[in-house]
C-alpha cells in the first residue's frame, strides 16, 4: 500500500481516537490513575472493649477474625493496589496468620503501630510507596465495610483530595461541661458521625501527618488532620451497617448484622449451591533411608518419599485441591518449606488446618462433597494400604468413606515415575460453597 493511500485510511482512526480521547478528558492532558494504597490501623489496645487475648482485631465474629473480614473487604476491590497492615508490636506475626490464612494477597507489609491510632496511621503511612496516588485508611475494627463504600470514598478523594464516609448522627448531641451541666445543643442537622474509611490523595494526607508531627497536634481521624492542614475535606454518605467495634455490645450487633447477611447466603445456597472444583498435583522423589508415608499411612518399603515434611505426596495433592476449590492459593503459601516449623510435619495435621482455612474461608456454611486421588508408583503394591488412607482422611475432614475415593495405579515402568524415582498424586476436590 502507497504512503498517501495508508494515511489516507488511517487518518480517520487518528480523528476518531482524538476526538474520543478529547472528549474523555477534555482538558487535554493525559491523566492516568495511579495506585491506591490502603492503610489499616489495627494497632489498638481494645481498652473498652474488655477482651481477654489478643483483642477485638483477632476475635472471631461469624467464623472468622475480625480482621480478616476488613482485609477480605480491601482485597476483593480491583481499585486497590496494596494494603498496609499496622498491627501493636507484639502482634505482627499474628497478622501475617491472618494474611496467610485468609489469602490476602496485596498485603504488602505488616508493621508495628504506636501509642495512638495517629501514630500508627503514620507508622503505615511510612511504608506506602512515595508514587502512591491515593491512601485508603481503613480501620481493622470495621469489619462490615461495604465494598461500594470504599470505592466511592476512593473516587471522591481522586475528585476532591480528602474524603471521609460519614452518616448523620442519630441522637441529638449535647455539649456538657465537666460538673455534667450541659454547655449547648448543637443542631443535629449539621452534625454527621465519621467513620472510615476515609481517602486522601497521598501527598495531602502526608503533609496533614507531618505538620500534626511537627505541631505535636493529636486528632482521632485522618481528616482532622487534613482540617489542620486549612484543606477541604467533603464526607460522603456513610453506612449505619459499618459500625466500629469499640465496646462489648458492638460485637453483638456486628454478630446479629452478619447472621442477616448468613441467612440471605444460606437462601441462595438452598435454591442454587455452587459446586466448586479444585485439583491437586504433587511430585516426591523416592531416596533411601526415609519413611513412605502415603495418606498418613507408614507403608514398608525400602525407600521413602523425600521432603521438608513427612513428604505425604497423596494428602499434599488433596490440600491442593481444597485449597484450589475456594482458590486459596496453595500449601507452599499457608506451610512454607522454609519455616523451621513446617520441617517433618505430619500432614494429616496440616489437612486438618487446611480444612479449618476453607471452613473460615466462606461466609456460608460449605460443604466437602466429594474427593477423587489418584497415586501413580511403580512400587510397592498400595491397594492393601488404602483402606487405612482412606479412613484416615475421611476423619480428618469429617467425612462419610463414601465421599472419598483413592485409586492407585503404575505408569507402565515408563518415565522417572515407572522406573520407581519418584511418586506422584493427583487429587480432584467439590466443594459446595
Ligand atoms: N488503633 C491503632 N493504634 C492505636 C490505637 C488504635 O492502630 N494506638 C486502631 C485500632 O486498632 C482500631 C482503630 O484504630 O482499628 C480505631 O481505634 P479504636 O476503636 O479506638 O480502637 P482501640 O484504640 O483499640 O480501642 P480503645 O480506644 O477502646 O482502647
Ligand atoms: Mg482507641
Known amino acids: 500500500m502507497g504512503l498517501a493511500k495508508m494515511s489516507g485510511a488511517l487518518f480517520p482512526v487518528l480523528l476518531w481516537y482524538t476526538c474520543i480521547s478529547w472528549m474523555e478528558n477534555p482538558g487535554g492532558s493525559v491523566y492516568e490513575m495511579g495506585q491506591v494504597i490502603a492503610v489499616v490501623p489495627a494497632a ?10 489478643p483483642g477485638k482485631q483477632f476475635v472471631y465474629l461469624n467464623g472468622r477474625p475480625v480482621l480478616a473480614h476488613t482485609l477480605m473487604a480491601l482485597e476483593s476491590l480491583a481499585e486497590i493496589d496494596g494494603i498496609i497492615l499496622v498491627t501493636r508490636q507484639d502482634q505482627v506475626s499474628l497478622g501475617w496468620q491472618v494474611v496467610n490464612d485468609y489469602a490476602i494477597g496485596k498485603v504488602q507489609a505488616v508493621v508495628p503501630g504506636g501509642a495512638t491510632r495517629q501514630e500508627s496511621v503514620s507508622a503505615g503511612l511510612g511504608h506506602v510507596p512515595t508514587d502512591t496516588e491515593i491512601v485508603v485508611v481503613h480501620d481493622g475494627a470495621r469489619p462490615l465495610i461495604d465494598t461500594q463504600l470504599i470505592d466511592a470514598a476512593i473516587t471522591g478523594a481522586r475528585e476532591y483530595g480528602a474524603v471521609g464516609v460519614a452518616v448523620p448522627v442519630k441522637d441529638t448531641i449535647k455539649v456538657r461541661d465537666e460538673m455534667g ?50 484543606k477541604p475535606v467533603r464526607l460522603i454518605q456513610g453506612s449505619y451497617r459499618n459500625i466500629k467495634l469499640t465496646t462489648p455490645e458492638d460485637l453483638a450487633i456486628a454478630e446479629t448484622l452478619l447472621s442477616v447477611d448468613k441467612d440471605k447466603g444460606n437462601a441462595k445456597m438452598e435454591q442454587s449451591p455452587i459446586p466448586r472444583v479444585g485439583w491437586g498435583y504433587d511430585l516426591h522423589r523416592l531416596v533411601k533411608g526415609r519413611p513412605l508415608i502415603l495418606g498418613g499411612v507408614e507403608i514398608p518399603f525400602d525407600k521413602g518419599l523425600l ?21 486459596l492459593g496453595d500449601i507452599g503459601h499457608h506451610f512454607p518449606d522454609t519455616e523451621k516449623r513446617w520441617q517433618g510435619a505430619n500432614s494429616l495435621h496440616l489437612l486438618s488446618q487446611v480444612k479449618e482455612i476453607i471452613t473460615r474461608s466462606s461466609a456460608s456454611q460449605l460443604s466437602i462433597s466429594h474427593i477423587d486421588c489418584m497415586i501413580i508408583a511403580e512400587r510397592p503394591r498400595l491397594a492393601p494400604y488404602i483402606p487405612q488412607m482412606r479412613l484416615n482422611i475421611v476423619e480428618t475432614l469429617g467425612l462419610i468413606p463414601d465421599q472419598v475415593s483413592i ?26 460453597a
Request: hydrophobic fraction near 45%.
Open 307 to 327: 521432603g521438608h515434611s513427612d513428604a505425604d505426596v497423596l494428602l499434599h495433592a488433596l490440600m491442593d485441591s481444597l485449597l484450589g476449590a475456594m482458590a
Open 407 to 432: 485409586k492407585a495405579t503404575t505408569n507402565e515402568g515408563l518415565g522417572p515415575v515407572g522406573q520407581g524415582e519418584a511418586i506422584v498424586a493427583h487429587a480432584v476436590a467439590t466443594i459446595l
Open 181 to 230: 451541666l450541659v454547655i449547648s445543643t448543637p443542631p443535629r442537622g449539621s452534625l454527621w458521625a465519621i467513620q472510615t474509611p476515609q481517602a486522601f490523595r497521598y501527598e495531602i494526607l502526608l503533609a496533614a501527618h507531618t505538620k500534626a508531627k511537627a505541631s505535636g497536634y493529636v486528632g482521632t481521624d485522618d481528616c482532622e488532620l487534613v482540617e489542620e492542614l486549612g
Open 44 to 53: 489498638g489496645k481494645g481498652s473498652r472493649m474488655g477482651l481477654e487475648g
